[in-house]
Nanobody
Framework: VQLQASGGGLAQAGGSLRLSCAAS????????MGWFRQAPGKEREFVAYINWSGGSTYYSDSVKGRFTISRDNAKNTVYLQMNSLKPEDTAVYYCAADRNSGSYYSSQYEYWGQGTQVTVSS
């Protein structure tokens, strides 16, 4: 199984970035997908997750209203559209796959991508 995250980079505060995570080696439509992030010196934290069909989405309070998670099962890809970025969004962002319904807890996810760096300047 491979989860390949991409789309990170440098953005200014108030700007936007779109992350992608391409999955292979698993039946993508059977997995809920999540995004987590880890800032330097901090624990990994939940950002968002989406159920297998895309019909249900969940967000952390810190990103609700600014980030949107979506998926394209035909392309085996999950996305994270990040708008109104803030310096505190700076972190390495990870995608993860959960064979069940998705979760706020990283321990529930079976597979993880390698991470993509997002840096937001003020």
């Amino acid at each position: 199984v491979q989860l390949q995250a991409s789309g990170g980079g440098l953005a200014q505060a108030g700007g936007s970035l779109r992350l992608s995570c391409a999955a292979s080696g698993l039946t993508f439509r059977r997995y809920a997908m999540g995004w987590f992030r880890q800032a330097p010196g901090k624990e990994r934290e939940f950002v968002a997750y989406i159920n297998w069909s895309g019909g249900s989405t969940y967000y952390s309070d810190s990103v609700k209203g600014r980030f949107t998670i979506s998926r394209d099962n035909a392309k085996n890809t999950v996305y994270l559209q990040m708008n109104s970025l803030k310096p505190e969004d700076t972190a390495v962002y990870y995608c993860a796959a959960d064979r069940n319904s998705g979760s706020y807890y990283s321990s529930q996810y079976e597979y993880w991508g390698q991470g993509t760096q997002v840096t937001v300047s003020s």
